[in-house]
């Protein structure tokens, strides 16, 4: 056996050892120690929503408990969803900066900036500074009961 084959065999080997560490690592685990359900800093025992589109093409996305945590990102099928309170009022909107594409970041007063090329938006979506010219889309939000339910879908 030539030098060079045999260290080729020798890293194969080192590499599916290594293999069942690295899935391992890679994988989820099926039992949570603290009860069921996904846990998160903002979602701690908060039970899944069911979020079947209705017939008025309303999705509950949220619950009112996570809402009073802090503001929800909630990534869908189609769009990613911003759920904040701005002066009391629920607002719900594509946190995606229609210029460039990156995700704006919520700013203390309120207002979103864009990490990338610091374009601003104010909270009903509209541009406060550019360089973006296109406000960023708003979707319509509801409350029924605990779930808070939002109009992605056109």
Not at 114 to 125: E, L, S, T, V, Y
Request: negative net charge; hydrophobic residues 40%.
């Amino acid at each position: 056996m030539e030098r060079r084959q045999f260290l080729s065999w020798v890293g194969v080997g080192m590499l599916a050892s290594s293999l069942p560490f690295a899935l391992a690592a890679c994988t989820q685990a099926e039992d949570s120690p603290e009860g069921e359900g996904e846990s998160s800093d903002a979602g701690e025992g908060i039970a899944p929503l069911e979020t079947t589109i209705d017939d008025q093409g309303f999705q509950a996305l949220a619950t009112r408990e996570q809402l009073d945590l802090g503001p929800v990102l909630v990534a869908t099928a189609t769009v990613p969803v911003f759920i904040f309170e701005a002066d009391g009022e629920m607002v719900a909107l594509n946190p995606t900066c229609t210029h460039k594409g990156c995700t704006v970041e919520l700013q203390e007063d309120g207002t979103f900036l864009c990490p990338c090329h610091a374009a601003k938006f104010m909270a009903n979506g509209e541009v406060a500074d550019g360089p973006a010219e296109t406000p960023l889309p708003v979707f319509e939000i509801k409350a029924e009961g605990d779930r808070l339910l939002v109009k992605v879908g056109a």
